[in-house]
């Protein structure tokens, strides 16, 4: 596999294809400094068989925003201690060097006296502070703090610098932000004359380190803030002259959605952006890597194979399982946890000022507080329910070394997960289904499909534990008129128990509500959604929402917000708006889409018998969502010793 194969820059080797590409994790301290939690997540990336990870939006000054800064000397010690961890397991160590795009000195002043509405206005204004305004002078100025970074990061061990070419770089560079009329402004030459004198720069600072480049590109339909598509072959070996190293081709970002570079389920193509980097390593004589929505091993041996990149950049799919790079070179591709590429855990938590994680792997920024111990004494478990939770369970469970015994009254494993997958782009979360059913192919767990778990069964086989994962179930509150015949649930209609045409009101629009409708929509109903708090979709990922709006739109789909539903009569839905008007929505079908209920299962005999028992997943204190699954059934078995 060319996965597999090292790669030799410089005089450094790297022993695989495989990069951990820069993103913003959260993890640091405050001042910015390396944290435990940074320390046990790139670790076990390194653990993992990562050949390149690089630690993304490193600052050489101080700034409030959450990011990494190695901006003074006392820095130095925390990332020493990263780079030689990393380094037991043969991985190599990059920092990727961005300046912030605002005034810092400016802002920091500001947030230590509490002005935050100054703060916002300045942040808002400041995303042109340093590409528009300040004097050649200050840029300058920027360049020898980038230097001085490069130089610590240097004595702290890290083998590879890689400069931002987004962020204030890329906006320099790019026709669509820089409006300088001066040597840094215009021409190709002069937009890209900050980032080249940069390059030349380290190269003096640091003679001896790798330079990497992380080369965005503005693509006709994407990005803002980096080289145009156009010129990127140019730019690119004008990079390779004035001593880069390597590149690492990717989207620009700057748009104001983070679905252009980190693109949810079903919004960009797989590996979307091989083709730009393949033109770009035409260009080049330097290694050249790539990144954008590889999921899977083939894809990226593919990738590699075609001659498009020299390495590839996996990251969210290192979040769900940090395993991805072992299991591809030993060909136990059925065995990776591959990403769905929701963005709930990872983009949006960033996005929310929360740390990254991953809602599929529980492990995912607790890596050093969550790890699967060996059991001290065997035991059996009886699960009950073949969803998300409870495979999750059993997968626990048996890596633990207890035997497993689960029952699903259904005959196939799955549970909401297969209504998940039903709406449009949606089904890629269909891979989570087939990893937790490929787990469940052991000797020690016993699948009992198309059998309900009867309190005799479960006593029979006398187990230790009972881990109840039966679920929820839909719920309607009571609406005068909900027993008419028009009247369906958004549940029936996404399993196909139930055919819906011509018009429909959709009441409910959090996710099931909106992905309802937006599925009646592509089958060509005329669909309304009502909803009665004032926003609709408030749930669902902000990457994924531009994509569902903007179907709305293609589609008509009529939005209701603020509007409670009053009763529902034959062809009509009776609400009232903010106003207290009257509002009469026409309709064929009304479908339900109130939310969910936890299912009751009476734990009495477990109670009598003696039998320890958890409820975990929806069926706990509250019917929640995928990542709190995984996470009650992870955290409830591995404590199970």
């Not at 002259?241 to 748009?255: C, E, I, R, S």
């Not at 937790?436 to 778990?453: W, Y």
């Not at 106003?579 to 009495?604: H, N, Q, R, S, Y």
């Not at 009598?608 to 204190?621: N, R, V």
Request: overall charge negative; aromatic content about 6%.
């Amino acid at each position: 596999m060319k996965l597999t194969e090292k790669l030799t820059i410089r005089n450094t080797t790297f022993k695989n294809r495989v990069m951990f590409p820069p993103l913003t994790t959260g993890y640091e301290d405050r001042n910015g400094t390396i944290t435990d939690q940074d320390m046990d997540f790139y670790t076990r990336l390194a653990k993992g068989g990562v050949g390149y990870i690089v630690i993304g939006d490193v600052a050489p000054v101080n700034n409030f925003t959450p990011t990494p800064r190695l901006f003074q000397d006392s820095q130095i010690e925390s990332f020493k201690k990263l780079a030689d961890s990393v380094h037991e397991y043969g991985a190599k160590l990059g920092i990727q060097i961005f300046h912030p795009e605002y005034d810092c000195e400016t802002m920091m002043r500001l947030f230590a006296e509490g002005k935050m509405e100054e703060v916002r206005a300045k942040l808002h204004h400041d995303m042109m502070h340093f590409v528009d305004e300040v004097s050649e002078e200050t840029l300058l100025s920027i360049i020898d703090k980038m230097c001085a970074c490069a130089a610590r990061a240097q004595k702290a061990g890290v083998d590879v610098i890689q400069i931002h070419g987004d962020r204030l770089v890329g906006a320099l560079c790019s026709t669509k932000m820089n409006h300088r009329t001066d040597k840094f402004g215009g021409s190709l030459e002069n937009r890209t004359r900050f980032a080249l004198l940069l390059v030349e720069a380290l190269r003096k600072a640091v003679p001896d380190m790798i330079l990497d480049y992380k080369f965005s590109v503005v693509t006709p339909e994407r990005g803002k803030g980096g080289i145009d598509e156009a010129d990127a072959p140019a730019f690119a070996q004008m990079l390779e002259k004035a001593g880069v190293d390597m590149l690492h081709v990717a989207q620009a970002n700057h748009t104001g959605n983070m679905a252009d570079t980190i693109p949810p389920m079903g919004v960009q193509p797989y590996g979307f952006f091989a083709e730009i980097s393949g033109k770009v390593k035409e260009a080049v004589s330097i290694p050249v890597s790539t990144v954008g929505r590889i999921i899977t091993p083939e894809m990226a041996e593919q990738i590699l194979a075609s001659g498009k990149a020299d390495m590839v950049g996996i990251g969210r799919g290192l979040l769900a399982d940090a395993d991805w790079a072992n299991k591809a070179a030993n060909h136990d591709f059925c065995d990776i946890r591959l990403c769905i590429s929701c963005n709930k855990g990872c983009t949006d938590k960033i996005q929310h000022r929360e740390f990254l994680s991953c809602v599929l792997n529980a492990e995912n920024g607790y890596e050093g507080t969550r790890k699967i111990l060996p059991a001290e004494t065997p035991k059996h478990l009886v699960i009950i329910g073949g969803g998300a939770a409870g495979m999750e369970a059993a997968r626990v469970a048996a890596e633990k070394g207890h035997r497993v015994t689960l029952f699903e009254q259904n005959t196939r494993l799955g549970g909401q997960l297969e209504l998940a997958c039903v709406p449009p782009r949606k089904e890629e979360m269909r891979r989570f289904t087939e990893y937790l059913s490929h787990c469940m192919k052991q000797d020690a767990i016993t699948l009992r499909l198309g059998e309900k778990a009867t309190p005799e069964k479960i006593l029979a086989l006398n187990p230790d534990h009972v881990i109840i994962a039966v679920g929820a179930h839909s719920f309607h509150f009571p609406i005068k008129g909900i027993d008419q015949a028009c009247v369906c649930d958004a549940w029936d209609v996404l399993r196909g128990t139930t055919q819906v045409y011509g018009k429909a009101a959709v009441i409910g629009g959090g996710m099931v509500g909106c992905e309802t409708a937006e599925y009646l929509a592509e089958k060509g109903c005329q669909v309304s959604v009502i909803e009665m708090m004032d926003k609709i979709a408030a749930g669902e990922s902000e990457t994924i929402l531009p994509t569902l709006k903007e179907n709305y739109k293609k589609y008509g789909v009529a939005e209701y917000p603020s509007h409670k539903v009053e009763e529902i009569q034959m062809g009509k839905v009776i609400c009232r708006n903010k106003a207290e008007e009257e509002v009469i929505i026409d309709c064929d079908f009304v479908v339900l889409a109130m939310g969910a209920k936890p299912v009751i299962f009476d734990t009495t005999f477990l109670e009598e018998a003696k039998i320890p028992f958890a409820k975990i997943g929806d069926c706990g204190e509250r019917a929640a969502d995928i990542a709190n699954a995984v996470r009650t059934a992870y955290d409830t078995v591995n404590a199970i010793s």
